[in-house]
Nanobody, 126 residues
Framework: QVQLVESGGGLVQAGGSLRLTCAAS????????MGWFRQAPGKEREFVAG????????NYADSVKGRFTISRDNAKNTVYLQMNSLESEDTAVYYC???????????????????WGQGTQVTVSS
């Protein structure tokens, strides 16, 4: 089992950047596929980005491609989400998620991730 804690959220102006961090505790972090999701008020939780166990493969939602970058450091049990060129539409609570299953390409569906953090708020002002 793995426990996840997100940090790095905050208030930023449109066009700015933020880096979210997800710290994992528990066993064998490198065996988990990791993902970031977000949920805006009144909307369903949606996939943002995913990264495979060894960082070889990543997967992004079309809405963030070219602006967001997911990465991980298995030695530090940490996954990151670098967010650039932020837009008001990026305002949401961002969640870190983990899956202990093997995937060649990180999945984009919530049901494939068994472990979740509590979330961190990102607010982009226009």
């Amino acid at each position: 089992q793995v426990q996840l804690v997100e940090s790095g959220g905050g208030l930023v102006q449109a066009g700015g950047s933020l880096r979210l961090t997800c710290a994992a505790s528990g066993r064998s972090f490198s065996t988990y596929v990791m993902g970031w999701f977000r949920q805006a008020p009144g909307k369903e939780r949606e996939f943002v980005a995913g990264i495979s166990r060894s960082s070889i493969n990543t997967n992004y939602a079309d809405s963030v491609k070219g602006r967001f970058t997911i990465s991980r450091d298995n030695a530090k049990n940490t996954v990151y989400l670098q967010m650039n060129s932020l837009e008001s539409e990026d305002t949401a609570v961002y969640y870190c998620a983990a899956s202990g299953k093997y995937y060649y390409i990180p999945p984009s569906t919530r049901e494939e991730y068994a472990y979740w953090g509590q979330g961190t708020q990102v607010t982009v002002s226009s």
